[in-house]
């Protein structure tokens, strides 16, 4: 079994930075889990942003954020990060931190088998 809990999130003004963190509580070694971040934006479908891979060798981002946001984890401590730049109302979402077993499918939520509960990030103009 797998817990997650997601905070850092908040109100910013575009162009501003964020950092979201995901605490994970672990039946196995925190590196033995493939971490993933998704939003979901009001009115529309959960859609991924980044993922980081059990070594922490690999990252995967969404296009749309690219260049912009940077994903990495602490495996001693059990925590993942999101960290945010040059946000836009776009980013706008609540964000949810993701763990799953299995290497690959990076962007399909379906495939993760954990969530946290989500943390709200709200980027005005």
């Known amino acids: 079994q797998v817990r997650l809990v997601a905070s850092g999130g908040g109100s910013v003004q575009a162009g501003g930075s964020l950092t979201l963190s995901c605490t994970a509580a672990t039946d196995r070694a925190f590196s033995s889990y493939v971490m993933g971040w998704f939003r979901q934006a009001p009115g529309k479908e959960r859609e991924f942003v980044a993922a980081i891979s059990l070594s922490s060798g690999m990252t995967h981002y969404a296009d749309s954020v690219k260049g912009r946001f940077t994903i990495s984890r602490e495996n001693g401590r059990n925590l993942l990060y999101l960290h945010m730049n040059s946000l836009k109302p776009e980013d706008t979402a609540v964000y949810y931190c993701?763990?799953?077993?299995?290497?690959?499918?990076?962007?399909?939520?379906?495939?993760?088998?954990?969530w946290g509960q989500g943390t709200q990030v709200t980027v005005s103009s």
């Open positions: 993701a763990a799953k077993r299995m290497e690959g499918t990076y962007s399909a939520a379906e495939t993760y088998n954990y």
